[in-house]
């Protein structure tokens, strides 16, 4: 009988934030590393194996000797790098381009600096994996991957240990879940090994087991090695090897191994909700990012300011740092989020600060002929399609007159008049109005001296209503009493069902043992519920509640021509170990619920299971449907027809069962106090693709921009678009400069699950991409109108 062999990886785990600071963090990884090296000194035979190509730049920068001696391990193939990503994030709540750009900045790195690329993708101790990931990672260079969680206990249904995990474009990469444990004790391995074998299959004649120190780093020590080489001596009927993954994947058969399509689950589901800051954060500086790369693109393309790859790459490679799995988990000691705050902030200014220059200095370049008494704004658009929306604007020269607004055309536009952000100026107005923006463009509007509608005062009842849409609130209740969908004339809302529901929710901060949100104390009691502002542009329903001590107000708002209802939520909370869903229940049946994944879509079963999500919702049936989409949040559940948003839940900070918190003991709990964010509910006929809700919900995530301008000469017109995507089933995400050369890198995803062709326009050149069902395509569209535009691979290479 040939005896199973098994594959001993040295590794150590390395948590850069958790129980501690990055510059605890930081000195870890120095310190793991040089353990590393004097392992390989002392063992011919040991193989070390690790994640992060942040780690190997903290060395590069901070102990250039060690660096050069993990070079020589690198070259020799003893010191194997592993994922390929920047960290090891945090892999549900990221958008889908910030797992491009982990690949894209860690692969190119390893490149530069080694002239080696990983080819196993790793996430050892993130707490779930979503479907797309298979197609990313080949994208990047990679064909395997490895992870932990779920584990079997915790989803059956994965095969395993050994299976191809399949995406709907084709796209699969061999997957592989680690046994028992990424760590192992500091000297003898044998209960390490063995309980490791005890969850493992008996007819796979090869398996990987993992071993080494790890969380705080460490390393494999001299005791580990020691330990394997008796242990392979003791046994006939099973070999331990020193190996890598590389090894591991080579040597094992992937032509009958089972086929997986889906995403990975579920493993500690409060995570998708903890720390409502940090999602909030990257949420808004993934979005930044995105439409700096745009406006700096095209002010490039034009001349005006050259493109700040530098800066935008810093501003990227900080906010990758804190979707560090334990960060953005929202799982780590509270000072962490002082640090994240800080560095997420700074990439958030660099972003900010960056379209700031582009914008301004493309709006300098528009020719504005002057006029007496008006003043022009320019309203930008960072989308690659025509965007029409609401768009709210600051204004100092309010007069008795009034103003009224007019568009690039002369056509008189529906102005009205709002809160403004503070009374203390006589003068000071915040207008708002509908624009019609051409795609990735800029239109010229301008305000002049005359009437206008002022919007305000409160009238009687609590209805929304245009052609489109009808929203009724009970006043009693504070729920919705009806929200009709007129293309389909179906009233989706179901009043008999709470809405602003308190859970219990006594579980751990990473909701450890939690499926289900369900144990409900209470609802959120209506203070009051009536219009508060009404005009030509816009209707607004306020709706104030209260539990306890917590407070909440939530303004629908319905647009003139709106087909969507948004909803601007201030929550004051403070509740502890508790946690508030805000549910939207309809009538629906036979409710079919697909969930926005990275860069992607998912269906799944409307069981009441805690889900995590991107920006949207959906449930359709019966031939309508009701997509909920919103700017912050990450953890839902549908029950029926029912979907529940997880808006904030407070735990006590890095808290892990099995601790149980005495009574009366001294703890600080999380989320108390005041947080914003931004709901839409999007009624409809149909399913989600025909009512076009990925576009909804980028365009919340990324609204118009309106910059008060002034008069002046320029050689560019009132009104221009860069880059169209064509409005199809395919969306343009990104349009950036190449990482190499002037080219402009396009990354397109195709949104509706079915084969696609494009017809997109970027900067004059208009060329067509064929798509296969939930593909992701980046284009080079080089300057050169005489270069073809050409496919490239998520790394551009």
Known sequence: MTPRLLHMIGNAHIDPVWLWQWPEGYQEVRATFRSAIDRLDESPDFVFTHTSVLFLQWVEESDPELFARI?????????QVVGGWWIEPDCNIPGGESFVRHGLYGQRWLLDRFGIMATTGANLDSFGHNATLPQILRGQGMDSYVFL????DENADVPGPLFRWETPDGSSVLAYRIPHEYCAPRNDLGDHVEKSLATLPPELDELAVFYGVGNHGGGPTRANLRSIAELDARDDQTRLELSSLRRYFDAVSADDVPAWRGDLQYHAPGCYTTHSGIKRWNRRTENLLQRAEKWCVVADVLGVQPYPRRELTEAWQLLLFNQFHDTLAGTSIEPAYEDARDQIGHAASLASLAFNRATQSIAGRISIPYEDGAHPLVVFNPHP???REDVELEYNWLTSAGVRLVDADGRDVPLQLTRPLTAMSANRARLVFPVDVP???YRVYTIKTGGWDDGEGAIDGAVLENDQVLLEIDPASGRIAK?????SGVDLADPGSPHATVVADGSDTWGHDVSTYDDVIGEFDCVSAGVVETGSVRT???VESAFGSSRLREDYILGADARHVDVNVTLDWHEQLRLLKLRYPTNINDVRATFEIPYGHLERAPDGREDPAQTWVDISGSGAGLAVVNDAKSGYDV??????????RSPVWAWHDPRELEPGGDFEYMDQGRQRFRIRLVPHAGDWRAAGVPRLAAELNQPAYALLESFHDGELPSERSFVDDGV???LVAVVKLAEEGDGIVLRAVETSGEEATAAITSFGRTFELAFRPGEIKTALVPRDPEEPVRETNLLEL
């Open 71 to 79: 070079r020589e391990r690198i070259a020799e193939g003893r010191w």
């Open 149 to 152: 969680r779920p584990k079997p």
């Open 385 to 387: 399609w025509r965007l």
């Open 439 to 441: 795609p990735l463009g």
């Open 483 to 487: 929200l009709i969908d007129k293309a």
């Open 540 to 542: 607004v329903v306020r």
């Open 639 to 648: 029950r029926g027809g029912d979907i529940g948003i997880s808006a904030v």
């Open 728 to 730: 199809g089933a395919v």
